[in-house]
């Protein structure tokens, strides 16, 4: 059964994704092709399973460095949407979408205990909709972006 539900969701993101598709400069597009909406993101379902997509969003792999982020799922996102991360030690977290001066926080600066948290986001009330955003993620303590580790990853809201 759990295998059904996750072939059924897996191809009701296929079919939104070829019939609502957007360029990554948050533009509507009538007529972009799926496979770009599907290469932009990391795809994934409701449980956080990767099911393809730009691997070289978020750090979600084991590279030594404990600290996690991302990535979204589902992603795809139809109405909400959550974000993980890791931090290995007390540290202050913002969680933002990046847009000049009317950059949207999520968190801005607030300080959390070590550990993983799970964030639920509503994206009707960001007014993020048949958009692709880019969520960023700052902390006091330093990590670094290399190649198993980005601290922004690309989500796309599909209402």
Do not use: H, W
């Given at each position: 059964m759990k295998s059904l539900m996750?072939?059924?969701?897996?191809?009701?993101?296929?079919?939104?994704?070829?019939?609502?598709?957007?360029?990554a400069d948050d533009q509507p597009c009538v007529n972009c092709p799926s496979t770009n909406?599907?290469?932009?993101?990391?795809?994934?379902?409701?449980?956080?399973?990767?099911?393809?997509?730009?691997t070289t969003d978020w750090c979600y792999r084991d590279t030594g460095n404990v600290f996690k982020f991302g990535p979204?799922?589902?992603?795809?996102?139809?109405?909400?949407?959550?974000?993980?991360?890791y931090v290995p030690t007390n540290d202050t977290v913002s969680l933002y979408f990046p847009n000049g001066g009317d950059t949207?926080?999520?968190?801005?600066?607030?300080?959390?205990?070590?550990?993983?948290?799970?964030?639920?986001?509503?994206?009707?009330?960001l007014n993020f909709h048949?958009?692709?955003?880019?969520?960023?993620?700052?902390?006091?303590?330093?990590?670094?972006?290399?190649?198993?580790?980005?601290l922004c990853g690309d989500i796309r809201f599909n209402d």
């Open positions: 996750k072939t059924l969701v897996a191809f009701i993101i296929i079919v939104s994704v070829y019939f609502i598709s957007c360029r909406a599907d290469t932009m993101i990391l795809r994934t379902d409701e449980f956080g399973n990767i099911l393809g997509g730009d979204a799922f589902p992603n795809p996102a139809i109405n909400a949407c959550n974000i993980s991360f949207v926080f999520l968190m801005n600066s607030i300080p959390v205990p070590a550990g993983y948290f799970v964030l639920t986001f509503n994206n009707v009330q048949y958009v692709t955003k880019k969520l960023c993620i700052r902390t006091r303590n330093t990590y670094t972006t290399s190649s198993e580790c980005n």
